[in-house]
């Protein structure tokens, strides 16, 4: 669930720099820019995306870059814990609700639906708040202390002697999920250098996807207690490799703390690498930074950040209503429902292998294909997909007979619709919502899209069940198609392409200046 913006106009500054003699001239042309900027508010934004996402201009400079993949990775350790969190209940339901086992008390599907959707209310309770913790204290403090809720919430899930505590657990347990959903990104985006960040930034929406396979083929052999506690030790082994990795130095220069940022960048970059340039360059943009201070309230009132709020929301708002979590949840119980002939636990497992290969190669073609283009087409065939499961359901539940063929029709149907999200509206929207605002607002705006995503996501799975109820399988899938298609339609008409633009030329573009793109561009090429 990561994003990693790219800038043109950076690139070049970057080109620049690996000439002798050329820091200050790239220093003039990066405040030029900035300067432009001011107008739609971008001043400080571009100067923050400095900071924010290192834009490191020595990269010839004896850079190793294999720390930085540990380090990502080490960071990634917590989506892998967070994907255990969401993956948890599709194992766990067969056993609890349909066969009564599991605990010693009774738990209905309505209990067990909060059981669910608990998750994503702690998620969407901690988003804010999160986002000033790490200001606070740090990304790598506010991810350590992140194990102890972990542990916490498995603990009360493992023990539970009621179902007021499986509530309450999954509630914790989605709190520290959710909050590594804000931390871990912008951990990854602070350390990693422009050439590599990209593909650093993709271990997070990677890692969660990996975290629910874990669950689903660990549940496939051991009952439920046993899930939870090998569920458990995760948090503890990423805690235990996650103490040895640097703080972010974004962070220790903002804190004055320049000694350790030396520190953090060596251990990042290697012993050789010449760390002169790049801490100069944080402590130049964190001067601009502390100079130019915006009102958030001031902030959130520009025109061009309402209109990118819009486009956020409303791509977290269509990420959610297309029905995943309802899948990703409760994909057992749609399983056991078709009467597939395939056992519920190797198809989830399938499905599971589906969705890291898919947001695997998501990770290989965005930035080649493009971002509107990823998006319209996973929600055309998603919508497909959505209504091909409903007829099953809606035929199955007038006269099963009609489908004693069909067993093949809900099991292809869900694997495409899961290779369809995870290529496109699985991590397009987190990664535009990272391009969108301007880094003056983009903390706050990121925590708001995250807690209405994780909100969404509360509401569609605890009402699932009910839609079920109310509609049909099969009309509660056709309503998932439905809604996917007003998305698709969203998309063509609001959406705007941001792939290989700079954070300018993306609040030009959204304040409806077109002209500005192409004399960045051109500026940008003739300094190269």
């Known amino acids: 669930m990561s994003t990693a913006s790219s800038s043109n106009s950076s690139a070049g500054a970057e080109e620049a720099a690996r000439k002798p003699g050329s820091s200050n001239e790239e220093s003039s042309h990066l405040l030029e820019a900035a300067e432009n900027g001011a107008k739609y508010g971008s001043r400080q934004a ?34 892998f814990a967070a994907g255990t969190v969401l993956g948890w209940t599709s194992p766990a339901q067969t056993e609890i609700v349909v066969d009564g086992e599991g605990y010693d008390f009774p738990v209905s599907g309505t209990q067990f639906s909060w059981v669910g959707s608990s998750m994503n209310l702690g998620a969407a309770f901690v988003c804010i708040p999160i986002g000033f913790l790490i200001s606070m204290i740090g990304r790598k403090l506010t991810m350590l202390m992140l194990v102890l809720p972990f542990l916490v919430g498995w603990a009360m899930l493992i023990w539970a002697p009621s179902v007021g505590f499986l509530y309450a657990s999954r509630f914790i347990l989605g709190l520290a999920g959710g909050a590594f959903c804000v931390t871990a990104p912008m951990y990854t985006g602070e350390i990693a250098q422009k050439d590599i960040r990209g593909t650093l ?41 996650f103490f040895f990795m640097p703080e972010s130095p974004t962070y220790l220069v903002a804190k004055g703390r320049s000694e350790s940022a030396v520190k953090s960048i060596q251990w990042l970059r290697g012993k050789e690498y010449d760390y002169a340039p790049e801490l100069e360059e944080l402590h130049e943009t964190d001067r601009e930074i502390r100079e130019n201070k915006v009102n958030v309230l001031a902030a959130l009132n520009r025109p061009v950040t309402r209109k990118a709020l819009a486009i956020s929301l409303g791509l977290m708002f269509f990420q959610q209503l297309c029905g995943i979590n309802a899948v990703i949840f409760y994909s057992s119980k749609i399983f056991l429902d078709a009467n597939t002939g395939i056992g519920s636990q190797w198809a989830t497992i399938m499905i599971g292998i589906m969705q890291v290969v898919a947001t695997f190669v998501s990770t290989l073609v965005v930035d080649k294909l493009g971002r509107r283009i990823l998006l319209l087409a996973s ?21 099963s007979t009609k489908v004693e063929n069909l067993g093949w029709l809900p099991v292809a149907s869900l694997c495409i619709f ?66 996917t298609v007003l998305g698709v339609f969203f998309v063509f008409f609001a959406v705007p392409e ?31």
Not at 47 to 53: A, I, S, T, V
Not at 379 to 399: C, E, W
Not at 446 to 463: E, H, I
């Open 46 to 79: 571009d100067q923050e995306n400095l900071l924010g996402n290192m834009v490191h201009a020595s990269t010839e400079n004896k850079s190793r870059k294999l720390p930085q993949y540990v380090a990502a990775l080490a960071a990634a350790g917590g989506a």
């Open 201 to 241: 930034g993709s271990f997070f929406q990677l890692m969660i996807t990996m975290g629910i396979l874990f669950v689903y083929a660990v549940g496939a052999g051991v009952n439920v207690f046993w899930l939870s506690v090998i569920c458990g030790i995760i948090p503890i082994v990423f805690g235990v490799i």
């Open 379 to 399: 929600g055309s065939v998603m919508a497909l997909s959505t209504t091909a499961i409903g007829v099953y359901f809606f035929l199955q539940d007038q006269d």
């Open 418 to 483: 899961i290779l369809m999200f995870s290529i496109g509206y699985g991590p397009v929207p987190w990664l535009m919502m990272g391009e969108l605002f301007a880094t003056d607002i983009k903390g706050f705006a990121g925590s708001l899209a995250g807690t209405t995503n994780w909100l969404l996501a509360f509401v569609v799975t605890k009402t699932f069940d009910d839609l079920n109820k109310g509609l049909g399988n099969g009309g509660t899938f056709w309503l998932f198609a439905g809604l």
């Open 498 to 528: 941001t792939k290989g633009k700079s954070l300018n030329e993306i609040q030009q573009e959204l304040a409806g200046n077109s002209t500005t793109t192409a004399t960045t561009q051109a500026v940008n090429g003739a300094e190269k």
